[in-house]
């Protein structure tokens, strides 16, 4: 008895996966509910309406699944070609911090200006990325560590920037930078809720990275560096070129995170705008098993698991750092289910 | 400036970066273990995480201080042993799976606190390990306060790099972990079995990572609180890549951080007009820096991150 690798996934295994995923993993958390004295079957339906039963929590969750699509792209796009970024938290900073610099001293109308301020959020994503990209091909470092240290310098260059330089003198608490012109805030994509035309953007950009992935040069050449690098290179496809292109690419998605959150949601950068959006686009990404369609739905999954989670812990008092466990362990079982999907028991 | 070169000649920096070395010298040697054997434990920072917690809960509801170390250590081998069994006999990525672990972790960790201990405005806090005063030899002037004065668990991580060091090198488990870590094809036509051998390298080492963790609850300082571990498990991960899979490099490297840590640390209290920001990323920096400096050069292990499968190759 040993595995085989499937040539083909069938598509009814490849939906079945992440669906068995989750749903293991909602029954493991559901003991840790459980161990707080609240009937896990309970919370899940506190969850739920917490999350899509009204227009405002809808609204609100699809605001908080739309950074998520953002970076859970960033980190499907990488990793299809192995490159490791996990520094989707520090670009999405970044992104957010020249999004609100540049956002506070731009004179320019604003349909001119959203799209300049959007395109330097991507900017400064792609160059964040590209700096390990870089140390991995010229001194062969391992991009894990690195971009991870960068996410830890990058928030706290934020806090320095806030502190300093693009500090409020309006904002009375928690440093904050100046807030964006008025005119380059996102418009609201329903009427007196916080969900704003960034949503569609999102949408854009995953429907933009799948054709980039499955109709061009550039996303078979991605696919191939990913499979095998000694093959693709032996093909002549140039390793370091794809490379850097996966990273100013993935680096950007995420740095449009963040400029879409500043531009759409806070208007101003602090050091504390994003509760995990960087790392929990890796559990997005992983959840859709890499492909941009699937990363839509894994970024509306998770974002209803933390919406909801925050209304059920105000109803139970569960704590709603449940969240985070039932995420982290969709992470782990889809690793698992992934296995199950790609490789095939033969006799 | 004299006064940032006086803050060099204060024995009580050197004392510290022993101090601030400790988690590191346990987080390090916890890596090492692992990817000796030829496994990446990305799990090291949720997992610091949860020794960190697992202890200091333990001494919190009533326990002894080393019983709060081996809960800590016991946790950390669960979840080392969690990313083995993801890693090694089912061969899945070692990246993904390590970071699924430090999530899964350090959310448990942050659910558990909260659901067992009440928070007030203040995190509660227990009575920490107190540092030692060794009779006569504390005395001594300057090296005193430094080397004789630590907490027990400092010692324990001195002597871990020494019993780490032998191990590796002059043993015939070292051998085999070593071998395993470079060709487990060779392991297994010697009659060991590499699988096993990866399994209770990756538990050992992520019972140290915990130990490394709980440092930090339960001498350091005196209570958990959510992000404590503030990335010293990457470091740990960065400075195993500087000390070329080293026990000895390993405790050069960390106490070399630990110095510029402790340094910086003193140097924001005289330097003026500098945002104490830029303080804090230097330790981060300074970490890159070293794995350029050294990444080319590195001996990495042949079959680190290449799962191994029965009867393939």
Not at chain 1, 71 to 77: D, I, K, S, W
Not at chain 1, 162 to 189: I, N
Request: hydrophobic share 55%.
């Amino acid at each position: 008895m040993r595995l085989e690798r499937r040539a083909h996934v069938p598509l009814h295994l490849a939906l079945t996966a992440p669906l068995a995923a989750v749903a293991v993993a909602l029954c493991l958390a559901g003991g840790l509910i459980a161990a707080a004295g609240v009937n896990p079957l309970s919370a899940y339906v506190e969850m739920l309406t917490g999350a899509l039963g009204s227009r405002r929590s809808v609204t609100e969750m699809l605001t908080r699944a739309t950074p998520l699509i953002l970076t859970g792209l960033a980190a499907a796009v990488a990793f299809r070609a192995r490159l490791w970024n996990i520094g989707g938290e520090g670009q999405f900073f970044i992104g957010a911090l020249v999004t609100a610099w540049i956002g506070h001293a731009l004179a320019v109308p604003g349909p001119i200006g959203i799209p300049i301020l959007m395109a330097a959020g991507m900017a400064a994503g792609a160059l964040l990325l590209a700096v390990p990209a870089y140390f991995r091909l010229r001194f062969s470092v391992d991009e894990v560590v690195t971009t991870l240290l960068l996410n830890f310098i990058v928030i706290l260059f934020v806090g320095m920037m806030v502190e300093g330089p693009l500090r409020d003198p309006m904002a009375f608490g928690w440093p904050s930078s100046v807030p964006v012109d008025g005119d380059f805030r996102l418009p609201d994509l329903v009427p007196r809720t916080r969900l704003h035309i960034g949503f569609l953007f999102a949408l854009a950009a995953a429907t933009i990275v799948w054709v980039i992935l499955a109709r061009t040069v550039f996303g078979a050449e991605t696919r191939a560096a990913g499979l095998n690098a000694q093959a693709a290179t032996f093909a002549g496809i140039s390793l370091p070129r794809t490379l850097m292109g996966v990273a100013l690419l993935s680096g950007a998605l995420a740095g449009l995170a963040g400029a879409v959150e500043v531009l759409g949601v806070t208007a101003a950068v602090t050091t504390t705008m994003s509760p995990g959006f960087g790392y929990a686009g890796i559990v997005v990404a992983m959840l859709a098993a890499l492909h941009p369609a699937g990363v839509v739905a894994a970024a509306i999954f998770v974002a209803t698991v933390f919406v909801g989670a925050d209304a059920m812990s105000r109803a139970t008092g569960v704590p709603s750092f449940i969240a985070d466990v039932i995420v982290a362990m969709c992470l782990l079982t889809m690793l698992v289910a992934l296995m199950v999907t790609t490789y095939r028991v033969r006799r | 400036m004299t006064e940032a070169l006086d803050l060099l000649l204060n024995t009580s920096l050197w004392a510290a970066v022993l101090r601030i070395a400790t988690p590191l010298i346990f987080g390090v040697l916890g890596a090492l273990l692992c990817e000796r054997s030829g496994v990446l434990n990305l799990g090291i920072e949720g997992i610091m995480t949860m020794g960190a917690m697992t202890g200091w809960l333990t001494v919190y509801l009533g326990g002894d201080l080393w019983a709060g170390l081996l809960v800590a250590a016991l946790s950390g081998s669960v979840m080392g042993l969690l990313h083995a069994m993801l890693t090694v006999p089912l061969g899945l990525s070692q990246h993904v799976s390590g970071l699924g672990i430090t999530l899964f972790a350090s959310a448990l960790s942050y659910y558990l606190y909260r659901l067992i201990v009440v928070v007030g405005d203040l995190p509660p806090t227990i009575e920490p390990f107190a540092p030692l005063s060794i009779p006569i030899l504390s005395q001594v002037p300057v090296l005193g306060p430094i080397l004789f004065s630590q907490t027990l668990p400092t010692y324990l991580a001195l002597l871990a790099v020494v019993v780490m060091a032998y191990t590796l090198a002059r043993t015939p488990l070292g051998l085999a972990i070593r071998m395993t870590g470079e060709n487990p094809h060779a392991v297994e036509a010697q009659g060991l079995n590499p699988i096993r051998i990866r399994i209770w390298s990756v538990v050992a080492g992520s019972a140290l990572m915990a130990v490394g963790g709980t440092f930090l609850t339960t001498a350091a300082f005196n209570s958990f609180f959510p992000e404590m571990v503030q990335g010293r498990g990457w470091i740990c991960i960065a400075l195993v890549v500087f000390a070329s899979w080293r026990p000895g490099k390993a405790l050069l490297g960390a106490l070399l951080f630990a110095f510029f840590d402790a340094y910086q640390l003193r140097l924001q209290t005289v330097v003026e007009d500098v945002p104490y920001q830029l303080f804090l990323m230097a330790p981060y920096v300074l970490s890159i820096g070293a794995l350029i400096l050294v990444a080319r050069r590195a001996r990495v292990p042949d079959a680190l991150m290449v799962p191994y499968r029965r009867g393939e190759r």
